[in-house]
Nanobody
Framework: QVQLVESGGGLVQAGGSLRLSCAAS????????MGWFRQAPGKEREFVAG????????YYADSVKGRFTISRDNAKNTVYLQMNSLKPEDTAVYYC??????????????????WGQGTQVTVSS
């Protein structure tokens, strides 16, 4: 089972930026689609962004499109989420996840079988 460890969360003012990282264990990182999800208090976990195995295709939730950028470095077994123009409504615990099967990025949490422990992002107004 792969281990995913997120880092980079913190407290930032509205309009600011953060870069999240997710380091994966194992030798098969490049074989899997990766995604970022988030969960705010009292709300369901929601898809934020996903990236294909080679990094050539990305997919974003409408709420973050144009502000967030997902990328990956397969040589470092790491996926990133660059978050710009942050808003208070972006406040949540952010999780990275590995998609179990398939070749297309999809937003459904049930299709992702390995999850990190999460990193808190708090955006103050």
């Amino acid at each position: 089972q792969v281990q995913l460890v997120e880092s980079g969360g913190g407290l930032v003012q509205a309009g600011g930026s953060l870069r999240l990282s997710c380091a994966a264990s194992g030798r098969t990182f490049s074989s899997y689609i990766m995604g970022w999800f988030r969960q705010a208090p009292g709300k369901e976990r929601e898809f934020v962004a996903g990236i294909s195995r080679g990094g050539g295709s990305t997919y974003y939730a409408d709420s973050v499109k144009g502000r967030f950028t997902i990328s990956r470095d397969n040589a470092k077994n790491t996926v990133y989420l660059q978050m710009n123009s942050l808003k208070p409504e972006d406040t949540a615990v952010y999780y990275c996840a590995r998609k179990r099967l398939g070749v297309r990025v999809t937003p459904n949490a049930y299709e992702y079988d390995s999850w990190g422990q999460g990193t808190q992002v708090t955006v103050s107004s």
